[in-house]
Each structure stands twice: as C-alpha cells, then as structure tokens.
C-alpha cells in the first residue's frame, strides 16, 4: 500500500519540486478569468491587445480559466502550482487505473507509470492542457476496456467527458479522432474483419454520436469546431514558437518518448493478429507528437496502453483490497499538500522566480512613472503584461489567433532585421518594453524617437519622446 502511494505521490511531488510559475500562458488565461468573473459573461471580441482589439474571440478554455482564477485568488502563485500537481495526481491515478487493469505485474504497471510521466514531465504546467491528457487517459482506459470484454456501459461516460472537455480545451477533437477509430474497428469486424474487439458497432457509434453531441454543450455550440479548424490551419506557428516545434532529442525525456514509441510498435509486431485499434492509436500518436513536442503526450499515454496489453507479466500473488487502494490515494493527497512546506513552495519564494523571468520591476515603473500607450512588446511577456500592466498588448502567446505574418513581423523586428523600422506598431508605440539584451534595445539607443525610461538586469523600457 504504501509502495503504490509513492507510486501516486511521486509525479506530483516533482511537479512541486520544480514549481513552475513562471509559465508564458498562464498570465492571459488569468486575465480572462477574471474578466469573466467580473462581468459574468465570456468576452466574444478581444480585449487585451491593440491590434486585434474587437476582433471575434472565442475563449475555448473558459472552464480552466475560471478554476485558474479562482486558485489564484484563494492561493496566489500556491494556487497555480496546486493546479499543476493535482492534475499530475489525477493522471497518475488515472494512467495506474488504466494500466492495472491490463497488466498483472506491480513492477511492470509502476515501470510504464513513471516512464509515462517522465516522459511528458516538460508538459506539468499550469496549462488547460493537463486536462486534456487527464480525459485522453480516461478515454483510452474506457475504450480498451470495453473492447476487451465487449461490456458497452462504460462507454455512457464518454459523453460526460467529451461534454467538460470541449469547455476547457481544444484539443477534444484528438478525443473524437480516437473514439472514431473505435468505431471503425466495430465495423470492420461486425463485417468480418476478424480484428480484436469484442464491441459491438452499434454501441461504439452510438457513444460517438452522443459524444460529438455532448461537445456542443458549450457556450460557442457548433463554432467550436470552426475554431477547432482555423487553429488547424495554421502550421506556420508549428515553426515558430518552441513548445509547438518538433522533438528536438536534446533531453533525456525526447529519447524517453521515443524508446515508448518504439516498445510498443515492437510489442504489436510481435502479435501476429493486426489489432486494427492499437495500430491505428499508435501510428495517431506518432503522427501527433513527432510533428509537435506539445502533443507528446498522445503516443506516451498510446505506447503506455499498447505496452500494458501486450507485454507478459508475473500474477500478483496477494491482490491489494479496495479500502488499500484508497487509503493510498489519500496518503498520496496528504503527501502532495505536505510537499509544499516539505519543499518551501511558498508565493514569496514563487514571486522570486516570477521576477527572474517576467519584468516585475519594470511594470512598476511604468506604473509609477504613468507612462502611456500604445504598448509594443515582446511575444514571451505579452501574458504577463496582460496581467500585470492592464493595458492593450501589441503580441501575446495566443499565437493562432495573432497569425504567422503577426509573429514574423514581432520577430523580424525584436532581431533588429534591416526593415525593424519599418513596423507599423512600433512606429505607434509610446512604450516599447522587452529583454534587456534584445537586438532591438541596441539599435533603439540611437535613435532619435526613442529614450531610455528604464533599465535593469531583466528588462529595459524606452518611450516615446513626446
């Protein structure tokens, strides 16, 4: 009991360890949840930057941005990071459920558990996204477990499911795709197929229909999947921002995924029955996470379920009771909670960290100094500027809803390229705030619009000269 409480505990507390709160996106998300908040309503134009000002919005994670708000309000910087080490809580808990359910062997289960969370640690973030990958396991959980015993009535949670998670993130349509394929499989082998599945087709389509309708419970109803399409038909971002740029295989973690990967496509080749499902989960997940490190998460949770199914393991000899399996859960929570003060996770030891990343000082100083807009900025700190500064953004890390020619524009002109002056928002701009040691911050020293207002070891500030 208490080894699989460490097993439980384990993921969440190293989130703890690493408490990141200096995360790029959490700041807008903030923002918008507390707009909400306060008006009661969803915004449907943009409201945080100067050159998409009341253009349509569509805040698809309008659920996470509430929650977010909320802990940050009760909890400060704690809050944000008590989201990211719950959520990594549930997953583990979720991908131990999922996993012992095909798998025997208590090494072998805690083996692919901590290979799994490893494996996408980079991603234990305060994003929505860690929803995603909690409802991604719980669907695969459900899926192969009904395809193994044909029994169909777990499947009347997808619905449930797919209804929260198209209210907090975009990425249900990944959810969808797989719960598709599914189906596919139950009619292919309802036609004599002869592929591993006990499912019958009628009930597999029948979850899917009542899944696809259960997404447009939401505030944007059917233009959730329009969204869903523009957001997919920008790969210039792909390029762009790191996060969405292919694995790199310069950390441990990228040759982690990458060993999953391959187990798994070794343990299916290993069968000599095509099981139609597993192929098709996997080459999904290759497809998803070899084009985006973001969506690593996919093939992991994928190559978990695949290696749970097909590798032999050893019969426990002593099963644990149900009443240990939650009293682990719960000494794995209060194992959480304690980490905190374990390992001094404070908000002042939070904001420090927020400070060596984000321009703190210099926001106070524009506060201070009352220096007025517009305000030309740097991609990375447009979230936080959001927040903290309460006034229109030039950029900001919603990259899809900026467009490519928006970000290489930004880009060109904070490394100083030949036509830097030619950008329309920095010509307007009464505020240009960004890293000290930019590019642009060494050619603006010279120029005769510009002067220097503030400086320090993180960021620097010039205005206008009026």
Same mark, same amino acid.
Request: hydrophobic letters at 55%; proline letters at 5%; glycine letters at 6%.
């Given at each position: 009991?208490?080894?699989?409480?460490?097993?439980?505990?384990?993921?969440?507390?190293?989130?703890?360890?690493?408490?990141?709160?200096?995360?790029?996106?959490?700041?807008? @998300?903030?923002?918008?949840?507390?707009?909400?908040?306060?008006?009661?309503?969803?915004?449907?134009?943009?409201?945080?930057?100067?050159?998409?000002?009341?253009?349509?919005?569509?805040?698809?994670?309008?659920?996470?941005?509430?929650?977010?708000?909320?802990?940050?309000?009760?909890?400060?910087?704690?809050?944000?990071?008590?989201?990211?080490?719950?959520?990594?809580?549930?997953?583990?808990?979720?991908?131990?459920?999922?996993?012992?359910? @095909? &798998?025997?062997?208590?090494?072998?289960?805690?083996?692919?558990?901590?290979?799994?969370?490893?494996? !996408?640690?980079?991603?234990?973030?305060?994003?929505?996204?860690?929803?995603?990958?909690?409802?991604?396991?719980?669907?695969?959980?459900?899926?192969?477990?009904?395809?193994?015993?044909?029994?169909?009535?777990?499947?009347?949670?997808?619905?449930?499911?797919?209804?929260?998670?198209?209210?907090?993130?975009?990425?249900?349509?990944?959810?969808?795709?797989?719960?598709?394929?599914?189906?596919?499989?139950?009619?292919?082998?309802?036609?004599?197929?002869?592929?591993?599945?006990?499912?019958?087709?009628?009930?597999?389509?029948?979850?899917?229909?009542?899944?696809?309708?259960?997404?447009?419970?939401?505030?944007?109803?059917?233009?959730?999947?329009?969204?869903?399409?523009?957001?997919?038909?920008?790969?210039?971002?792909?390029?762009?921002?790191?996060?969405?740029?292919?694995?790199?295989?310069?950390?441990?973690?990228?040759?982690?995924?990458?060993?999953?990967?391959?187990?798994?496509?070794?343990?299916?080749?290993? @069968?000599?029955?095509?099981?139609?499902?597993?192929?098709?989960?996997?080459?999904?997940?290759?497809?998803?996470?070899?084009?985006?490190?973001?969506?690593?998460?996919?093939?992991?949770?994928?190559?978990?379920?695949?290696?749970?199914?097909?590798?032999?393991?050893? &019969?426990?000899?002593?099963?644990?009771?149900?009443?240990?399996?939650?009293?682990?859960?719960?000494?794995?929570?209060?194992? !959480?909670?304690?980490?905190?003060?374990?390992?001094?996770?404070?908000?002042?030891?939070?904001?420090?960290?927020?400070?060596?990343?984000?321009?703190?000082?210099?926001?106070?100083?524009?506060?201070?100094?009352?220096?007025?807009?517009?305000?030309?900025?740097?991609?990375?700190?447009?979230?936080?500027?959001?927040?903290?500064?309460? !006034?229109?953004?030039?950029?900001?890390?919603?990259?899809?809803?900026?467009?490519?020619?928006?970000?290489?524009?930004?880009?060109?002109?904070?490394?100083?390229?030949?036509?830097?002056?030619?950008?329309?928002?920095?010509?307007?701009?009464?505020?240009?705030?960004?890293?000290?040691?930019?590019?642009?911050?060494?050619?603006?020293?010279?120029?005769?619009?510009?002067?220097?207002?503030?400086?320090?070891?993180?960021?620097?500030?010039?205005?206008?000269?009026?």
């Amino acid at each position: 009991m208490l080894v699989l409480a460490v097993v439980f505990a384990a993921p969440a507390l190293i989130c703890i360890h690493i408490a990141c709160a200096n995360d790029p996106d959490i700041w807008w @998300h903030l923002r918008t949840g507390e707009w909400m908040f306060q008006h009661h309503a969803l915004p449907r134009a943009d409201i945080f930057s100067s050159a998409n000002a009341g253009k349509p919005w569509q805040p698809y994670s309008w659920l996470f941005e509430l929650l977010a708000f909320r802990l940050f309000h009760g909890f400060g910087l704690v809050g944000v990071v008590g989201y990211s080490a719950g959520m990594v809580l549930a997953i583990t808990i979720a991908l131990w459920h999922m996993i012992k359910r @095909h &798998q025997a062997d208590f090494s072998l289960v805690a083996l692919l558990i901590f290979g799994t969370c490893y494996s !996408m640690g980079h991603l234990f973030t305060p994003r929505p996204w860690l929803f995603t990958i909690l409802f991604f396991v719980l669907e695969i959980d459900i899926l192969m477990q009904a395809r193994k015993t044909g029994r169909a009535r777990e499947l009347a949670w997808l619905p449930v499911i797919f209804a929260l998670w198209s209210n907090i993130h975009i990425q249900f349509i990944d959810g969808l795709l797989v719960l598709g394929l599914a189906a596919v499989e139950a009619i292919v082998t309802s036609r004599g197929g002869g592929f591993k599945t006990l499912l019958r087709a009628p009930a597999v389509i029948a979850a899917l229909v009542a899944s696809v309708l259960a997404t447009l419970v939401n505030p944007f109803a059917w233009r959730i999947y329009k969204v869903a399409y523009e957001l997919a038909a920008q790969p210039g971002v792909l390029d762009k921002i790191n996060e969405l740029k292919a694995i790199p295989f310069r950390d441990p973690t990228d040759f982690t995924v990458l060993f999953l990967a391959l187990a798994a496509a070794t343990a299916l080749a290993w @069968h000599r029955r095509v099981q139609l499902f597993e192929v098709g989960l996997l080459v999904f997940g290759l497809v998803v996470s070899f084009r985006s490190q973001r969506d690593v998460w996919v093939i992991c949770i994928a190559a978990a379920a695949i290696l749970a199914t097909t590798v032999p393991g050893k &019969q426990a000899t002593i099963p644990l009771p149900r009443f240990a399996i939650g009293l682990a859960m719960v000494i794995a929570v209060i194992a !959480m909670l304690a980490g905190f003060r374990i390992l001094k996770v404070n908000n002042q030891v939070l904001g420090d960290q927020v400070k060596q990343t984000f321009p703190v000082n210099a926001v106070n100083e524009i506060r201070a100094k009352g220096y007025r807009g517009p305000l030309y900025n740097e991609f990375n700190w447009g979230g936080y500027l959001i927040w903290s500064l309460r !006034m229109p953004v030039s950029i900001d890390g919603r990259a899809a809803f900026y467009g490519d020619k928006a970000i290489d524009r930004s880009v060109a002109t904070w490394n100083a390229d030949p036509d830097w002056t030619s950008d329309p928002a920095l010509e307007s701009a009464g505020i240009v705030i960004g890293p000290v040691k930019s590019p642009l911050f060494q050619v603006l020293k010279t120029n005769s619009r510009f002067k220097l207002a503030y400086e320090d070891k993180t960021a620097a500030v010039y205005v206008a000269r009026r």
